[in-house]
């Protein structure tokens, strides 16, 4: 039979009609965020930076329940939410915060507000080249905005909020400060959510799939647990040299990668040796570039695999040991750091001037600079449960530490010949002394010597003078106990 021309135009016409009007339907559920928030001081601990208000993105996801991005509503002191198309502010409350992947759950105590909000469906992961809208309400404007643009990648991305590394999908399309927590939308569904750009790159933008978003949902529901992405706590390194694969009596039929180091405190450390080639991960054969089969010809990063896994579920490990095949079953943790990302209640411990904080990535983001190389620290796993790096964060001026005001950035090691686990630790060997003299050795082998009857005297002064409330947090704070009455 006779087909008209114009008919596949006519329907790619329809097809875009559909679309946008999906869209379009899509914007009552988008809504806007108000933040204010107070920043932890991390050099002056006891005290948080002045109030700031920002704005951010969200949408509808179940019945009362709004999704948006950690970031939008970190260090939050208040929070309000405004629909689209109304004049009027809703206080809002965070129910739930997933820093690692960016998320964060709303809720609103107002039936007025929920009146006419449908919640957005989540869809499946979209195709290279597919079009997205990005929809909510960048600065530049106070109405909502919707931007178009293309899939270019998907992969799995650093998130900068957390410097975990989790799949993400890149479009062409700008993401800017207000577009978080907004949904990007094929037709009526949910793509995937608005959370970070790349700096000095135009129209690149990075968006969570639903795949996070929906592993998120579920482990929040299922336990109220907001670390809910897997990892072996391993280092490894590619195995793309034939020279390499053979000096560990791989075969040419063999691929994989070597693992270089266990963090002591994961299950992996149980069964993996250093030198284990990883030939696959359930059942899914390991490439010597680290990488794995993906969605059609596409491969990502292995760290996909695991991390799409809950803390305690397993992952089976096929690996290469002295030329011998070996297959383990590993139960999975949580990212375990030495350097915490987030940190909204800093630590702190106060002796005869010098301000004693555990080393965290806020902290090395505003004031360490270049005094300790963040890298090589970085790359240093724990030894311990709960170990920290301990530093000085600053010296608040006196006579009795005047020989020491250049200790400030200084990564303190021992007090009183005892290796320092963490600062409640510190706090211990401090407040027990029982002798004259007190020392503190440092990281750079230099020394500080303070009397011990002295420098408790001076701290109060200290504190006194700057108006700080106490010598320590509160989370160091020990509980006075209860003396029973013998009457």
């Given at each position: 039979?006779?087909?008209?021309?114009?008919?596949?135009?006519?329907?790619?016409?329809?097809?875009?009609?559909?679309?946008?009007?999906?869209?379009?339907?899509?914007?009552d559920?988008?809504?806007?965020?108000?933040?204010?928030?107070?920043?932890?001081?991390?050099?002056?601990?006891?005290?948080?930076?002045?109030?700031?208000?920002?704005?951010g993105?969200?949408?509808?996801?179940s019945?009362?329940?709004?999704?948006?991005?950690?970031?939008?509503?970190?260090?939050?002191?208040?929070?309000?939410?405004?629909?689209?198309?109304?004049?009027?502010?809703?206080?809002?409350?965070?129910?739930?915060?997933?820093?690692?992947?960016?998320?964060?759950?709303?809720?609103?105590?107002?039936?007025?507000?929920?009146?006419?909000?449908?919640?957005?469906?989540?869809?499946?992961?979209?195709?290279?080249?597919?079009?997205?809208?990005?929809?909510?309400?960048?600065?530049?404007g106070?109405?909502?905005?919707?931007?178009?643009?293309?899939?270019?990648?998907?992969?799995?991305?650093?998130?900068?909020?957390?410097?975990?590394?989790?799949?993400?999908?890149?479009?062409?399309?700008?993401?800017?400060?207000?577009?978080?927590?907004?949904?990007v939308?094929?037709?009526?569904?949910?793509?995937?959510?608005a959370?970070?750009?790349?700096?000095?790159?135009?129209?690149i933008?990075?968006?969570?799939?639903?795949?996070?978003?929906?592993?998120?949902?579920?482990?929040?529901?299922?336990?109220?647990?907001?670390?809910?992405?897997?990892?072996?706590?391993i280092?490894?390194?590619?195995?793309?040299?034939?020279?390499?694969?053979?000096?560990?009596?791989?075969?040419?039929?063999?691929?994989?990668?070597?693992?270089?180091?266990?963090?002591?405190?994961?299950?992996?450390?149980?069964?993996?040796?250093?030198?284990?080639?990883?030939?696959?991960?359930?059942?899914?054969?390991?490439?010597?570039?680290?990488?794995?089969?993906?969605?059609?010809?596409?491969?990502?990063?292995?760290?996909?695999?695991?991390?799409?896994?809950?803390?305690?579920?397993?992952?089976?490990?096929?690996?290469?040991?002295?030329?011998?095949?070996?297959?383990?079953?590993?139960?999975?943790?949580?990212?375990?750091?030495?350097?915490?990302?987030?940190?909204?209640?800093?630590?702190?411990?106060?002796?005869?001037?010098?301000?004693?904080?555990?080393?965290?990535?806020?902290?090395?983001?505003?004031?360490?600079s270049?005094?300790?190389?963040?890298?090589?620290?970085?790359?240093?796993?724990?030894?311990?449960?709960?170990?920290?790096?301990?530093?000085?964060?600053?010296?608040?001026?006196?006579?009795?530490?005047?020989?020491?005001?250049?200790?400030?950035?200084?990564?303190?090691?021992?007090?009183?010949?005892?290796?320092?686990?963490?600062?409640?630790?510190?706090?211990?060997?401090?407040?027990?002394?029982?002798?004259?003299?007190?020392?503190?050795?440092?990281?750079?082998?230099?020394?500080?010597?303070?009397?011990?009857?002295?420098?408790?005297?001076?701290?109060?002064?200290?504190?006194?003078?700057?108006?700080i409330?106490?010598?320590?947090?509160?989370?160091?704070?020990?509980?006075?106990?209860?003396?029973?009455?013998?009457?």
């Amino acid at each position: 039979s006779w087909i008209p021309r114009c008919s596949y135009s006519v329907c790619l016409d329809l097809q875009k009609e559909t679309s946008r009007s999906a869209t379009v339907a899509a914007l009552d559920s988008v809504v806007k965020i108000y933040t204010v928030s107070s920043t932890p001081n991390v050099v002056q601990p006891w005290q948080r930076d002045e109030e700031e208000e920002s704005t951010g993105s969200g949408f509808v996801i179940s019945k009362e329940k709004i999704l948006t991005n950690a970031h939008v509503v970190e260090n939050h002191s208040y929070v309000q939410v405004r629909k689209h198309g109304s004049s009027t502010a809703y206080k809002a409350k965070v129910e739930a915060v997933g820093h690692e992947c960016d998320l964060a759950i709303l809720v609103i105590d107002n039936k007025e507000f929920w009146e006419d909000m449908d919640p957005l469906e989540l869809g499946d992961l979209p195709f290279i080249n597919e079009e997205v809208s990005v929809l909510g309400y960048p600065k530049g404007g106070d109405t909502i905005s919707v931007t178009k643009g293309i899939v270019s990648r998907i992969e799995p991305t650093n998130y900068v909020h957390s410097s975990t590394e989790l799949l993400s999908i890149q479009i062409d399309a700008a993401i800017n400060k207000g577009n978080s927590g907004g949904p990007v939308v094929i037709g009526n569904k949910v793509a995937g959510v608005a959370f970070q750009g790349l700096t000095r790159s135009e129209n690149i933008g990075y968006i969570i799939p639903t795949q996070v978003v929906k592993h998120f949902l579920s482990c929040s529901e299922e336990s109220g647990a907001f670390v809910c992405f897997g990892s072996l706590d391993i280092s490894c390194q590619r195995m793309v040299d034939a020279q390499l694969r053979k000096l560990f009596q791989m075969d040419h039929t063999m691929t994989g990668i070597l693992i270089n180091a266990i963090n002591p405190l994961s299950d992996a450390h149980k069964f993996l040796k250093k030198d284990d080639v990883i030939l696959a991960i359930d059942g899914v054969p390991m490439g010597n570039d680290a990488k794995v089969p993906f969605k059609g010809k596409e491969r990502i990063s292995y760290n996909h695999l695991v991390s799409m896994k809950k803390p305690s579920e397993t992952a089976l490990l096929k690996v290469l040991r002295d030329g011998r095949e070996h297959e383990f079953n590993i139960s999975l943790k949580p990212v375990q750091r030495l350097i915490p990302v987030h940190q909204p209640d800093p630590s702190y411990y106060i002796l005869a001037g010098f301000v004693f904080v555990p080393l965290s990535e806020p902290y090395i983001d505003d004031d360490l600079s270049d005094d300790i190389c963040e890298c090589e620290v970085e790359k240093r796993m724990p030894k311990t449960a709960g170990e920290q790096i301990i530093v000085i964060s600053q010296v608040l001026s006196d006579d009795i530490n005047r020989a020491y005001s250049d200790f400030k950035k200084s990564q303190v090691k021992k007090v009183n010949g005892v290796e320092v686990v963490n600062l409640k630790h510190l706090r211990d060997l401090i407040e027990d002394c029982c002798i004259e003299l007190l020392r503190l050795d440092f990281e750079d082998d230099r020394v500080v010597a303070l009397n011990f009857t002295s420098a408790k005297e001076a701290t109060s002064l200290i504190l006194e003078r700057h108006g700080i409330r106490s010598a320590m947090s509160k989370d160091l704070q020990k509980e006075p106990t209860t003396k029973l009455s013998t009457d």
